[in-house]
């Protein structure tokens, strides 16, 4: 590794921060994490994430928490989850959840600039493709949630947030 991506992945930590890393605790499932735990010189130590990861991480923690239930952050947490239990036209609810999305991205200051929010939920394949993954979607009722933003440190993500409930 030579200086310049040292130099990289320095400012990535130091403005993108870092912090522990969390696993789902049943895969497929975002209900909740668990802390990991890695190998260290005298036996085990807590992971942790830095940089892009630790941004792709919190926003996922984020887009699975809602908002005002965390009692140390009445902020932290994710708007969306309350329009999926009103009572409105399918369409209208999809709209609330991406605003929700929007809004919880816009909050984080290490995102600069959101490039693009996409819900699949697996209707909106390209015609004539009908695949297992596309008709397993569909059937979940769920939402996968793909966003694309770019950084304070002009890195350009894509980051798979999680599956919502769909309508």
Known sequence: MDRTERERQAAQRR?????LAFEP???GVDLARDIVF???????????????Q???QSLS???????GSNVFDATFGFDGLNALAEQIEPSLIREQVRIGIITLLDRDPRVRKIVD???DDGRLGATGTDDAAHAAL?????LQVQV???TITDDRLSVHLGELPSV
Not at 15 to 19: I, K
Not at 38 to 52: E, S
Not at 61 to 67: F, S, W
Request: proline letters at 5%; a positive charge; hydrophobic letters at 40%.
């Open 54 to 56: 630790n941004v792709a």
């Open 25 to 27: 605790t049943m895969p």
């Open 15 to 19: 403005y993108l921060g870092w912090g």
């Open 138 to 142: 569909r059937s979940s009722r769920t």
């Open 117 to 119: 929010v996409n819900l």
């Open 148 to 150: 694309q933003f770019e």
């Open 38 to 52: 890695d190998d260290g010189p005298n036996g085990r130590v807590l992971a942790l994430v830095a940089g892009t």
């Open 61 to 67: 923690v984020a887009l699975t928490t809602l908002r």
